[in-house]
């Protein structure tokens, strides 16, 4: 039986990397795991770990507080 609809497993980028700590300051790496309305994406999509998904939510949740990333798209 073919293996066509067998799909690749998706490998946590920041644990290739062996980063422990996610900077809410890079906003260009950070915007990679929020939707084009601004949610953050689940880790079925992005593949990230557990671990670095719960980090990952901490430091978009602080990067839009201090308002770097926005809460939501502007729909206007």
Known sequence: MPDF???R???CSFCLEHQDVIDY???ARLRRYLSDR????PRRMTGVCSRHQR???VALKRAR???LLPYT???R
């Open 5 to 7: 609809d067998r799909r």
């Open 9 to 11: 497993r998706k490998v």
């Open 25 to 27: 300051k890079e906003v």
């Open 38 to 41: 601004g949610k953050i994406l």
């Open 55 to 57: 980090r990952l939510t």
């Open 65 to 67: 507080h201090i308002a």
């Open 73 to 75: 798209a502007d729909l």
